[in-house]
C-alpha cells in the first residue's frame, strides 16, 4: 500500500493507494446513499478516452446558481455565478506534482439554461420540472480508479486518516455486481412535447431559417418523459449494462438524480491545454454484422454528416480562440468513428494552449454551451431552438463533471441521459438539422438515440 502527503495550502492532502478486484460503479453501489454522492464512471472501454473514474464523497460546500442568483449552502451570496465559482475554485488553489488530474475539488453540472446568464436571450419556452441552473459538491474525499494503470486511490482534502480508514474499511465490505439482462423493448408509456408531425414541421421551419441565412446548422431536441418509481440507481446500473460510455455518470441529490451514458466530451483541460470532442453524425446499429458495416460504411462516406461536424468544429474552433493563445487551436482528429451500444457516431478533436490567465472556470463559462448541440452561429441558434422546441431544455445539453484545485477539468456533454424527479424520468434526444436534412430521417433518428434509455426505463 502506497501513501503520501502533498502540500495543499495550508493544509495537507493525504493520498492512499489501496487494492481491490472492484470497479468504481461497484464501489459507489456501496456508497449510493451517502447525500450529494457522484458517480464519474468511464464505463466504456477505451484507451484513450476512459483512463479515469471517480467517486465524490463528505462534502463540504455546495455552490448552486439559481435564475442568475448564486447561493453557497443555500444562502444568497452576491456575484455573478460563473465569477462566485471561479473564486470559490480558486480559494482552495493548489500545486501538485502528479499526473492524477483529479486530486480534489468540485463535481457537478451546469444546465443548458444557465447559458441565459451568459447571453441575452429570448425566455418564451415552458418549463416542466425545475432544478439548480448550476450545483457543484465541493468534497473532502475522492475514491480514484486509474484505469491505465489498474491502480486505486483515496484522497482526503484535509489529511484525515480516520475518514480515510473509515472508506477503506467500507470498500473491503464491497461485493461485485452482476450485470442486468435488460428487456429489448421498454412496456412503458412514453410522452414528448411534440407529435411527430408537429416535430417534422419545426424542422421545415427550421430549414427555411437555414435557407434566409440565419444558421448554417442548428440541433433540434424533443423531450420525451415516462412515470417511473424505480429507485434511480438501479436505472443507471440497466443504463450502464447495454450503453457503456466513456463519459458516464450518476448524480445523487436528495430532490432528484441524474442518470447519464453519455459518449460526448465537452471539455477537458489538464495542464493549461484544452481539449474538444464535437459529435456529429449519427447511423443506427444494424441487426446483423452486414447491416452494421453498411450503417458504418453510410456514415464515414455521408457528405452531409461530415458537413455538419465540419462547422461544428469550426465553432469549437472560434470558441477556443477566445480563451487559447494565438496560432495554438488545432483540430487534431477529424471524422472518427466511434461504435455505440445503439449508434454510430463521428467524432473530431479540437485542441488549444490556454492563455495565462484562462482558468478552467473561464475556459467553461467562455466557450458554454456546446457548438454541437446548439448551431452556428451559436447565439442565433439557441435564439431558434427556443423558439421551435418550446420547452426548456434544463440539464439536457448541458454538462457534467469536475473542476480540480489545480486548475484540470473535464465535462461531458449531457445526452443519453435521465434526469428523475419525483417518480417521473426525463430525457431529450435531438440532432443536428441542415438545409440538406430530411424531416422524416431527422425524427427517426432521435428514436434511435432513445432507444437505450426507453429499455431502461
Not at 489538464?270 to 454484422?289: E, L, M
Not at 455521408?302 to 483540430?331: G, I, Q, T, W, Y
Amino acid at each position: 500500500m502506497l501513501e503520501w502527503n502533498a502540500v495543499r495550502g495550508t493544509n495537507v492532502l493525504r493520498i492512499r493507494e489501496f487494492s481491490s478486484e472492484l470497479n468504481a460503479f461497484e464501489v459507489y453501489n456501496f456508497f449510493k446513499k451517502d447525500k450529494n454522492s457522484i458517480l464519474l464512471d468511464s464505463s466504456k472501454e477505451d484507451k484513450r478516452l476512459s483512463k479515469y473514474s471517480f467517486i465524490g464523497l463528505n462534502d463540504f460546500m455546495i455552490f448552486e446558481a439559481i435564475n442568475s442568483k448564486s447561493y453557497i449552502d443555500g444562502k444568497v451570496v452576491q456575484g455573478e455565478p460563473f465569477e462566485v465559482l471561479e473564486s470559490l475554485v480558486d480559494k482552495y488553489k493548489c500545486t501538485i506534482d502528479n499526473d492524477i488530474p483529479f486530486l480534489s475539488g468540485a463535481i457537478g453540472y451546469i444546465s443548458y439554461d444557465a447559458g441565459r446568464m451568459l447571453e441575452k436571450l429570448p425566455d418564451t419556452s415552458e418549463e416542466d420540472f425545475i432544478i439548480p441552473d448550476i450545483r457543484f459538491v465541493f468534497y473532502k474525499n475522492l475514491i480514484i480508479f486509474d484505469l491505465e494503470n489498474n491502480k486505486k486511490y483515496v484522497t482526503d482534502i484535509d489529511g484525515n486518516d480516520e475518514r480515510i480508514h473509515k472508506i477503506l474499511r467500507k470498500i473491503h465490505e464491497c461485493n461485485k455486481i452482476e450485470e442486468e439482462i435488460v428487456s429489448e423493448k421498454s412496456e412503458n408509456t412514453f410522452y414528448s412535447n411534440f407529435i411527430k408531425e408537429d416535430y417534422k414541421n419545426a424542422i421545415s421551419t427550421l430549414k427555411d431559417y437555414i435557407k434566409s441565412g440565419d444558421v448554417y446548422i442548428a440541433n433540434m431536441t424533443q423531450r420525451f418523459w415516462c412515470e417511473n418509481d424505480e429507485e434511480s440507481f438501479s436505472i443507471y446500473k440497466k443504463l450502464r449494462s447495454i450503453n457503456k460510455a466513456p463519459f458516464s455518470a450518476f448524480l445523487n441529490f436528495k430532490d432528484f438524480q441524474i442518470i447519464s451514458s453519455s459518449p460526448e466530451r465537452f471539455i477537458q483541460v489538464k495542464d493549461n491545454k484544452a481539449h474538444t470532442r464535437p459529435i456529429k453524425g449519427t447511423r443506427p446499429r444494424g441487426n446483423s454484422f452486414e447491416e452494421d458495416e453498411r450503417n458504418k460504411l453510410e456514415l464515414i462516406n455521408s457528405e452531409k454528416d461530415k458537413a455538419e461536424l465540419l462547422m461544428v468544429v469550426d465553432l469549437e474552433r472560434n470558441d477556443f480562440s477566445k480563451v487559447c493563445k494565438p496560432h495554438s487551436v488545432k483540430v487534431t482528429e477529424n471524422f472518427k468513428l466511434e461504435e455505440y451500444a445503439t449508434v454510430f457516431h463521428l467524432v473530431s478533436t479540437v485542441e488549444g494552449e490556454l492563455k495565462e490567465n484562462v482558468s478552467a472556470v473561464k475556459c467553461i463559462k467562455e466557450c458554454f454551451p456546446g457548438g454541437s448541440i446548439t448551431g452556428t452561429p451559436k447565439i442565433r441558434a439557441m435564439e431558434i431552438i427556443e423558439e421551435l422546441e418550446g420547452l426548456k431544455r434544463n440539464i439536457y445539453t448541458g454538462v457534467i463533471g469536475y473542476f480540480d484545485f489545480r486548475g484540470n477539468c473535464d465535462f461531458n456533454i449531457v445526452i443519453r441521459s435521465i434526469l428523475k424527479k419525483e417518480n417521473k424520468a426525463y430525457f431529450g434526444v435531438g440532432g443536428g438539422i441542415t438545409y440538406d436534412s430530411i424531416e422524416e430521417d431527422e425524427y427517426n433518428e432521435t428514436l434511435d438515440k432513445a432507444k437505450a434509455l426507453m429499455r431502461v426505463l
